[in-house]
């Protein structure tokens, strides 16, 4: 999961970037847009996966939690 994290991450760079630096037609500027926003979806899922592992292997180290 945090190879898919890293790698999405890398995308969602890459998308901005391509947005900063190349002159667009509105078209481009909206695939990108949406692509973007894709992968900030993606992102978001893949960070509440790891909260919900991490919460699982943790919530036997403190009790009174």
């Known amino acids: 999961w945090l190879m898919e ?12 970037e391509k947005m900063e630096q190349s002159p667009l ?3 481009e500027s ?3 847009f949406s692509q973007g ?3 900030v979806k993606a992102g978001n899922e893949a960070v ?3 909260e919900k592992k991490i919460k699982i292997l ?6 009174d939690e």
């Open 37 to 39: 926003m894709e992968l």
């Open 25 to 27: 037609t509105l078209q």
């Open 58 to 63: 943790t919530e036997g180290e403190n009790p």
């Open 5 to 16: 994290l890293e790698e999405i991450m890398k995308k969602l760079e890459e998308t901005v």
């Open 48 to 50: 509440d996966q790891v």
């Open 30 to 32: 909206y695939q990108c």
